[in-house]
C-alpha cells in the first residue's frame, strides 16, 4: 500500500502510456488526461458514491484508505490474467461544490490498450446517472 496508495493530486507519472489522470482544472502537479468539473455539491457525499460504484466493479477491492478521509486507494484485477491496476481517488473541495482527482494505472507492462481510461470514463459514467 505505501507504493501505491498515492495522492492523484500530488502523483509523478512516469510518461509511459499505461496509467490515465482526470482531475479538476487547475488541480494536481501532473498535467490530467480529462479535466473534471464540478460532480458533487460536497467531497464526502461524492467519495461515498463514487465508493459504492468502485467495491461494485468486478475484481476491485479497497488497498488503503478510506471515503471518510476522502482519500482511498482501490485495486481491479484483469479478467484473465490477474494482473493488478491501481486507482487513486481524492474527493476535493472546488468552487461551486466537489469534485475527484483519480489516477488509475498499471502496475505491470508499458501500454494498458485503453484499459485504464475506459475504467475511470465507465466509473464517471456510472456516478453521473
Known amino acids: 500500500p505505501a507504493h501505491w496508495h498515492v495522492d492523484p493530486l500530488t502523483a509523478e507519472r512516469t510518461g509511459r502510456p499505461n ?3 482526470v482531475a479538476p482544472e487547475g488541480q494536481g502537479a501532473s498535467t490530467p488526461d480529462r479535466v473534471l468539473d464540478i460532480l458533487g455539491s460536497d467531497p ?3 467519495m461515498t458514491r463514487f465508493d459504492a460504484i468502485a467495491r461494485a466493479a468486478p ?3 479497497v ?3 478510506r471515503p471518510e478521509d476522502l482519500f482511498v486507494t482501490y485495486v481491479q484485477h484483469t479478467p484473465w ?3 493488478p491496476d ?3 481517488v481524492r474527493a476535493i473541495e472546488v468552487p461551486g ?3 475527484l482527482a483519480i489516477w488509475s494505472r498499471a502496475r505491470y507492462g508499458y501500454g494498458d490498450f485503453g484499459v485504464n481510461a475506459a475504467r475511470v470514463a465507465g466509473w464517471l459514467d456510472a456516478l453521473s446517472r
Open 81 to 83: 490474467i490477474g494482473f
Open 19 to 21: 496509467d490515465y489522470l
Open 86 to 88: 491501481y486507482v487513486s
Open 59 to 61: 475484481r476491485t477491492r
Open 97 to 99: 461544490g466537489a469534485s
Open 63 to 65: 488497498l488503503a484508505g
Open 44 to 46: 464526502t457525499s461524492l
